[in-house]
């Protein structure tokens, strides 16, 4: 009979910390079976607004825009991240995964129900990602949470950490000049619109012609 002393015990927080990933597991598990019992996995919007997240979601013309774009834009076997936009992530992997990698960085863990392709982020520690991540995306898409100099520059630096290549951004009008200053980005002539009309005029910068892929 073996000895049960040569079987090392787990520390308090080793055992806490497995634990809480098994839970999460089980959490994303029954978050997946009722969108599936629900039939809502083959639709592009899966989870509703939150709006104490700041959370507003792009109308159906706009994300056919930005679907094409990104479509346009990316080669095969390149790679695009989403920021903070998580409603374009289901129509974009539906577009092009099948030739590219798609990645949403988001703070609203109900998305996590997208697995490996989800990685949670928090733009008040923008740099707290992935080593292996810095400048390998060929295509930023970056829609800030909130309008407030202090969230475009934080996004930015995420932006910046993880770009190679091509960059968007989806922010308020009021955010031009940061915009411009901190990414060296342009308006477009193309602005997104949203589901619920907001107060505030919405517009899209990019480091390329934008708008021209839209033609």
């Known amino acids: 009979m073996e000895d049960d002393d040569d079987v090392p015990a787990l520390s308090a927080e080793t055992f806490a910390a497995l ?5 999460e597991q089980q959490k994303r598990q029954e978050i997946l079976e009722k969108l599936e019992s629900q039939q809502q996995l083959t639709e592009n ?3 509703e607004e939150n709006w ?15 679907v094409k774009i990104i479509d ?11 920021i903070s936009c998580p409603t374009l992530f289901v129509p974009v992997k539906r577009q092009v995964g099948n030739r590219a990698s798609v990645i949403l960085l988001e703070y609203d863990r109900r998305f996590e129900v997208h697995g490996t392709d989800f990685i949670f982020y928090d733009y008040n520690t923008p740099l707290k990602l992935q080593s292996d991540l810095e400048h390998t995306f060929d295509l930023i898409v970056a829609d800030p949470p909130f309008l407030s100099e202090e969230c475009i520059e934080k996004t930015s630096e995420t932006i ?12 308020g009008a009021i955010m031009k000049e940061h915009v411009e200053k901190l990414l060296n980005l342009k308006q477009c002539e193309f602005q997104p619109q949203h ?21």
Not at 19 to 23: G, L, N, P, T
């Open 72 to 82: 346009k834009c990316l080669q095969d076997n390149g790679k695009v991240a989403l």
């Open 160 to 171: 910046k950490h993880l770009a190679k290549d091509k960059i968007i951004v989806c922010t």
């Open 195 to 215: 589901r619920n009309n907001l107060a505030n005029e919405f517009s899209c910068y990019a480091n390329f012609d934008l708008d021209n892929v839209l033609r």
């Open 52 to 66: 104490q997240l700041s959370q507003f979601w792009y109308n159906e013309t706009t994300v056919q825009y930005l």
């Open 45 to 47: 919007i899966i989870f």
């Open 19 to 23: 634990q809480e990933f098994y839970a």
